[in-house]
């Protein structure tokens, strides 16, 4: 069964704190992505990765930073949090197979808040 | 450039009638389309997709969707609405084999008893 972790769930947190949202998968896929999904809006892509050691910036600009050190994770990292920071960040990863890269497989999503 | 349209918003229906949520694309080139469902706190689930094979594609629990490639539509279906379809549901585009997905701005479906 395909896994794919996000912790926390929930993070309420205060204006210029450091934090980093954990995004792991089981399935050795080699894309992974992070999207940020505002309440009732569509998901905007602010990072993806090929692989080990490859990070790119999405369609939406994003101050986040990402490092793709094992395949397995992919972590998120915001070096001083804000309020306009506040949204649902949701992470997912697809296999590259035939040619093609297969359905994106998603995490259950990290709802942060920013005081 | 390519984008996505979900033409509804918010559509209700009663418990066994049928579902038709709209979305039209726009793509240059030859795109492969999904449907993904978000049930609430829950991450997105893959509903069905079209990678140019069969226009008629049939998904889990019961969808299916229409490629029309003359009307740039991707309409999602289902016959008969159960209380456990009620979710939001985005259309999505992908241009090519390796692009990355557009999505579309979602529609929420309530189903009523």
């Known amino acids: 069964e395909a896994d794919i972790y996000q912790t926390p769930r929930y993070l309420v947190i205060g204006t210029g704190k450091k934090i980093t949202l954990e995004c792991s998968q089981t399935?050795?896929?080699?894309?992974m992505y992070w999207y940020q999904q505002d309440p009732g809006m569509e998901l905007h892509l602010i990072h993806y990765s090929y692989g080990v050691n490859s990070t790119e910036k999405g369609d939406l600009s994003s101050e986040s930073t990402v490092s793709r050190i094992r395949t397995e994770h992919f972590p998120l990292t915001l070096e001083s949090a804000r309020p306009s920071h506040t949204s649902q960040y949701l992470c997912a990863s697809s296999e590259f197979w035939g040619g093609t890269y297969n359905e994106q497989f998603f995490g259950p999503g990290t709802r942060l808040t920013v005081l | 450039a390519q984008s996505v349209t979900q033409l509804d918003s918010h559509v209700s229906v009663s418990e066994g009638t049928p579902v038709l949520l709209r979305c039209n694309y726009s793509?240059?080139?030859?795109?492969?389309l999904f449907w993904y469902v978000q049930h609430p706190n829950k991450g997105l689930q893959l509903l069905l997709k079209?990678?140019?094979?069969?226009?008629l594609v049939k998904g889990i629990n019961g969808f299916e969707a229409e490629f029309k490639k003359s009307e740039t539509s991707f309409h999602l279906t289902k016959p008969s609405a159960h209380m456990s379809d009620a979710a939001e549901y985005f259309c999505?585009?992908?241009?090519?084999?390796?692009?990355?997905?557009?999505f579309g701005k979602g529609t929420k479906l309530s189903v009523k008893p």
């Open positions: 399935m050795g896929h080699d894309k």
């Open positions: 999505v585009v992908r241009e090519g084999s390796q692009g990355n997905l557009i």
């Open positions: 079209y990678t140019s094979a069969a226009t």
């Open positions: 793509s240059s080139y030859s795109p492969s």
